[in-house]
């Protein structure tokens, strides 16, 4: 005898159903009925909680982007008592385990930008500027400290975003480099390391602030 569904659990299971299928056989590739069979309910269910596909779909996008939101407002609390040695691990490990834990959510966003457009650019705009303009503030606020070298810091958080989410994959296509099969930690140290020696004022110093944290964190 199939178990009974609770009432209050059927949003999420239509919900989890649909950011699985729509991450991965994107949007016109995905019909409701095979959100029903996945989520194990009917599509007129299915319709009671939703009025088109296109709803389940920004639903989806939205939930995914939940745990990042949660750690985002830890980390932006976080940074404005961190110096750079501490705070970009930090940053970066967000991005990093965005990309390897949360798969779905960038293959959604991909889709989002892919198959609805200017929509896409709003309801993305949403969920990742406070992301990026976070990081921003920080850099500019340890730029104007001299704490970092004087560089564009949206320049900086877009190298950093595309490093994290295409180097492994650029990688694999330059001829007699090495394709890394690190954990996501020693990911994260590395692309550390990379960034405060990036971004260290005076990387000839032999006062440099960075030195004890790039020598801390070579792996």
Known sequence: MTPLIRTSEVPGRITHAAVALFSRQGYRGTTTQDIARLADVSEVTVYRYYKTKEDIFWSALASSFKTVKLRLDSLDSALKHQTPDRALPQILGLLVDTIVYSPELPRLVAVAYLEHGGKAEKVCHEFLAPLFNAIVNYLQSNIDAGRIRKLNP????????????????????????????SSSRETIERYSTFWLGVLDPAPHSATSVFVPALEAQVV
């Open 154 to 181: 949206a320049k900086i958080t877009a190298a950093i975003a595309l490093m994290v989410a295409a180097q492994p994959e650029i990688s694999m296509l330059i001829e007699g480099y090495e394709h890394s099969r």
